[in-house]
Nanobody, 116 residues
Framework: QVQLVESGGGLAQPGGSLRLSCAAS????????MTWVRQAPGKGLEWIAS????????YYADSVKGRFTISRNNANNTLYLQLNSLKTEDTAMYYC?????????RGQGTQVTVSS
């Protein structure tokens, strides 16, 4: 079955950085579009970035463009999200998903808290 396990979250100061990882198994990772979404307290899921399998095309939400970088390593079935220039409004639970639009299948999440 599909398994997605996120890690790397934590507490960061405004302006700081974190690197999230998502270990994937149970499906054809290398041929799948992969996505990061997040959910802030009291809010719905927000799509933030996707990466396609073929040539690695990447897409970002305006809220994170220029600050976050999505990448993947198909050799070890791992998805990454580099978070730079963090803002307090980036505080959320971050999830990875193996779909561009349907985020029903996602991991347990990793918490990112940005606070001074």
């Amino acid at each position: 079955q599909v398994q997605l396990v996120e890690s790397g979250g934590g507490l960061a100061q405004p302006g700081g950085s974190l690197r999230l990882s998502c270990a994937a198994s149970g499906f054809a990772f290398s041929s799948s579009v992969m996505t990061w979404v997040r959910q802030a307290p009291g809010k719905g899921l927000e799509w933030i970035a996707s990466i396609y399998s073929s040539v690695g095309n990447t897409y970002y939400a305006d809220s994170v463009k220029g600050r976050f970088t999505i990448s993947r390593n198909n050799a070890n079935n791992t998805l990454y999200l580099q978070l730079n220039s963090l803002k307090t409004e980036d505080t959320a639970m971050y999830y990875c998903s193996n779909s561009r639009y349907d985020f029903t299948t996602r991991g347990q999440g990793t918490q990112v808290t940005v606070s001074s």
